[in-house]
């Protein structure tokens, strides 16, 4: 089974960035579609990026678009979410997942995803 390990989140303010990653641990993720997703209070968990195996499609959620970008190093195993321009509806549990190949497309949904990290806050606030 593929174990999922991400890095802390933290408290960013407006307009700040942040990195977070996630790293595959007993297994590779060469032939694993990669996604981010989150889940704010009261809300359902949604897609927030997502990143195709081995030729590196990527695929954005519109709230999303132009400050956030997601990248893979199949060498470390990790996948990345790059967090820019954040702002408070940023705010969120960040959780990485795995799905297998050709699970990022458009309307790439949690449902495909059938393992998943530990899950990361991330706050956004002044």
């Known amino acids: 089974q593929v174990q999922l390990v991400e890095s802390r989140g933290g408290l960013v303010q407006p307009g700040g960035s942040l990195r977070l990653s996630c790293t595959a641990s007993?297994?590779?993720?060469?032939?694993?579609?990669m996604g981010w997703f989150r889940q704010a209070p009261g809300k359902e968990r949604e897609g927030v990026s997502c990143?195709?195996?081995?030729?590196?499609?990527?695929f954005y959620a519109d709230s999303v678009k132009d400050r956030f970008t997601i990248s893979r190093d199949n060498a470390k195993n990790t996948v990345y979410l790059q967090m820019n321009s954040l702002k408070a509806e940023d705010t969120a549990v960040y959780y990485c997942?795995?799905?297998?190949?050709?699970?990022?497309?458009?309307?790439?949904?949690?449902?495909?995803?059938?393992?998943w990290g530990q899950g990361t806050q991330v706050a956004v606030s002044s």
């Open positions: 997942a795995a799905a297998g190949p050709g699970a990022c497309v458009p309307a790439f949904n949690r449902f495909a995803f059938h393992y």
């Open positions: 007993d297994v590779t993720l060469d032939y694993y579609t």
């Open positions: 990143i195709s195996d081995r030729d590196g499609w990527t």
